[in-house]
């Protein structure tokens, strides 16, 4: 073994260092395993000095920092602000390596510039599962004056020559997570999200690779588990290679150490493929499974309860008894958590008032929410309540008692969205009267679940009285992370989701202390299914909501089937975002078959490896158990197509010897003029019998697809196929 070597061993990847101590570790490799030998390629000091260059050219470290030739983006940025004398010192770092813990599956570097008087300790831990790295980054002052730190990446790594395609990640309200295919250049790749939250525009992840392909060649992934500011970048490096940084995007001034304090930068995530973007995806969603996600009570997570949300069933319009009546119909359609959303409080009667008033209307609920609550236990179904906790409406309670609360700058012009302001969480009586007031909800009532929403980009967060002190959007934002904790820990059976208009505050950071994430306003199934794909590529499906809406968009005004719409909602956390009171009893019927196909399916949807992928004028997607004994597949025609057959899609995951049961349990109705050939009658019917080895050649036999139509593929081992009774859908 070399022992210049230092080498962190994932499942089907590696991060590779090269030791040069007291000089920093270089960057050799992250990506596929390689055996090459290290002299093979000289990449530090012994690397030709290029000409009319620097007699040093600093090859990628772990921290490279400007001013001692490193031109590129340094890893940390800042200087002293102390007093007169020490100010502006400081700005050039050269970090050296002090102590090194190292094995297989994790790091721990510490290292110190004392002319600067700074120490940085990083630490980067593979997970036992093998899939994927976290690291993050602390700083410490050792001087006598403050420090100032303008950019810290939690982690800083490289790419290789050919790591050329990137997907970022971008959107609006009602159409997040978007996927956007670039191709690298001269010039840096960088996203900034300033938002206060991820917001719709940004998510704080990225993806690349040489293609970029669903289950082929080598991709990267980095993910920043933090739901607020955030950097990503790629930089082009002299030697061909680009370095990757991510870490949080800090105000002018938000962080200032004082001698002796230190500053920790969020976590990163990082993965590798070489089986394409599905391939990381496993990987990414492996992880979130066995280590970000912590359900009630330290237990595993219980089958995930589908839901009726009654944003789109009643609006603003609560009304007692046509409530009790919703859930009444949602029970029998197979409903078992019931979320009473946004409405419910203190004369909330549209979204101008009421934000911070978290007591029950008194018109509407003259003896408060627990008739409803008790109702809708006793129908057998959980119960969910919608609150906005960060939020203040001026026209409230809590304004009136304490406009000082919310963030308003002074001498500036006041920035509301949707009516509202945010309230100054980092201050600590804010938080205690936060807890204290959904306490009392949670205490007051069978409460099961919150779903907890974050209506609008924090403009000025800053600390303060008057608030215009130093940026607190980081202090706000760790200040919620420690609401959530407080009341998770006051209520360990308490689940909660995190919605912000939709999936504008979905990732990592905060799925650690929520279980569900409100993917997108958006219920159009069409638009949906680019929405999924997108928040599918790092999170897994039982965190994503996804609710069958009504007939007609509400975002889009586009009209689709219900087998559409149940088809899209069916791959992610299902639940119903309509009023089921409305549907005829054909419509109720054929909704209760979906949703029982959906618990039918749950366990393999929600802990088997998902898979997606595109063909022509189609987008598919497969959930497959683990032991391959089981698939769900279904495919959907999102634009029309030149071909004048249907492609063949071979699946992956099953075994070959196996022989399976194929079986269509929603096929849409045949394009008026065409034949049904015999092969799909029978898919459609009882079923074809067809060996894994076919499947994965060939795939199953696809039925023509009319626009914005589905069909449902269920494909189970043939021996136990009869025990798993299929549902026929039509
Ligand atoms: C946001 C959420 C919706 C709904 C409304 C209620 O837009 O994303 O699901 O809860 O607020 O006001």
Known sequence: MDTRLLRLEAACFELLLERRDPAQPLWRQFGARSAAPLDAWPQGDARPTPPNALDVDPALTILPTHGLGWFHQPALAGARCGDRLGSGRDWCQDFRLVDVEADARHWRFTLEDPVARLRVRQHWQLDPGGDVVTTHVELENLGTEDFRVDWLAAACVPLPVHAEQVIGFAGRWSLEFQQHRETLGIATWRRDCRRGRNGHQ?????LVGSVLADDEGPAWGAHLAWSGNHTL????????????????????????LRPGERHRTPDALLAFSDQGLNGLAAGFHRHMRTQILHWPAGQPMTPRPVHLNT?????????????????????????????????????????HTSLGDWWPDAAKYPHGLGPLIEHVHALGMQFGLWVEPEMISPDSELFRAHPDWALEMAGRDRVLGRHQLVLDLARPEVADHLFVRLDTLLRAHRIDYLKWDMNRDLATAAEGADHRGPAAYRRSLLALYGLIDRLRAAHPALEIESCSSGGARADAGILRRTHRVWTSDCNDAL??????????????????????????????????????????????????????RELDPAARAELRRWVELHKRWRSVLHGGVLRQGRLPGLAWVQATALDGRRALLAIYRVAEDLGRHMPTLPLRGLADQVRYQVRAVH???????????????????????????????LG???????PESAVVIEIIAADGATQARAIALE
């Open 527 to 580: 638009t949906r299914i680019a929405i999924q794909s997108g928040a599918l590529r790092l999170l897994p499906p039982e965190v994503l909501g996804a609710h069958i809406g009504p007939a007609v968009s509400h975002t889009t005004g586009r009209r689709h089937s219900l087998a559409f719409r149940a088809a899209v909602a069916l791959f992610g956390h299902l639940g119903i975002e309509a009023d089921v």
């Open 700 to 706: 199953p036999p696809l039925p023509p697809l009319p």
């Open 202 to 206: 940004a998510f704080p992840a990225v």
């Open 233 to 256: 970048l790629i930089e082009p490096l002299a030697d061909g290679r680009r370095m990757l940084q991510l870490g949080e995007w800090l105000a002018p001034g938000e962080v200032v």
């Open 667 to 697: 096929l849409p109705a045949v394009p008026h003029g065409r034949e049904v050939a015999p092969l799909l009658t029978a898919l459609a019917g009882a079923g074809l019998e067809l060996d894994g080895a076919t499947l994965a050649a």
């Open 311 to 351: 944003w789109e069933a009643v609006y603003f319009r609560h009304d007692l008894a046509a409530l009790k009546d919703l859930a009444a119909a949602a029970a029998e359609v197979g409903v078992e958590r019931f979320v009473l959303d946004d409405g419910w409080f203190h004369r909330r009667n549209d979204d």
